[in-house]
């Protein structure tokens, strides 16, 4: 089995948002490594940053994204910093991966102040800056269609990953 398209970008991307949509219109199911390894552990990512660290969640998370990739063949929504971990990088480049690109100011309105993403705890803007400027190249790398969503809703986002996946799928 394997995902009909994996989502990738940064936090406020709007990767689980946009999975929904698009598992919507094409009568399929989600998946988000997120939930994956809160189901796991019991614990949030929230609690498994602070009282774990973040080495152990991304350990966890590596672990949740190899095995959806076995088992999912729906719509498949990692964390933002899924992309970083070596291992996960190659079992990507097997798949359909669409980096959802967003600016840092979108992506720091979207993900507003009272933020529950331990990594942006303090300076939102200033900490999204520097991931961004990280990790965009990773996503690019990784991407095989790319969709900027300043300037789009998440819905606009879902009907756009549709095409290009029925574009693919077109002999
Ligand atoms: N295209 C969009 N336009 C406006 N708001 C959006 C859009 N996509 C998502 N959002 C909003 O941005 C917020 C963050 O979206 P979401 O949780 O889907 O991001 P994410 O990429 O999954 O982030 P994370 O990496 O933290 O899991 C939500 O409030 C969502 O409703
Ligand atoms: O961008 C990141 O590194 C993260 C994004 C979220 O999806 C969670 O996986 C966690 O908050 C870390
Ligand atoms: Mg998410």
Redesign the pocket.
């Known amino acids: 089995m394997t995902p009909v398209v994996v989502l990738v ?10 999975a929904h949509r698009l598992a919507d219109r094409l009568g399929t199911s989600v998946r988000d490594t ?1 939930v994956d390894v809160e189901r796991s552990t019991g614990s949030s990512v929230q609690d498994l940053f602070v009282e774990h660290g973040e080495a152990h969640f991304r350990d966890l998370e590596a672990a949740a994204v190899a095995t959806a990739l076995r088992e999912h063949d729906g719509v498949l ?1 990692l ?2 910093g899924a992309v970083l971990h070596p291992g996960t990088q190659r079992l990507l480049r097997e798949q359909q991966v669409v980096f ?1 690109d967003v600016s840092l100011s979108a992506a720091a309105q ?2 507003g102040l009272g933020t529950n ?1 331990p990594l942006l705890l303090g300076n939102v803007r200033a900490t999204m800056k520097a991931l961004l400027d990280a990790r965009r190249p990773v996503y690019e790398d990784l991407a095989t269609h790319t969709v900027v ?1 300043d300037d ?3 819905d606009d ?1 879902a009907a756009r990953i549709h095409q290009l996946i029925q574009e693919n799928a077109t002999p």
Not at 9 to 18: F, I, L, R, Y
């Open positions: 970008g940064a936090p406020g991307a709007g990767k689980t948002t946009v997120d929504a964390g933002g959802l979207r993900v993403r969503t789009l809703t998440a986002v």
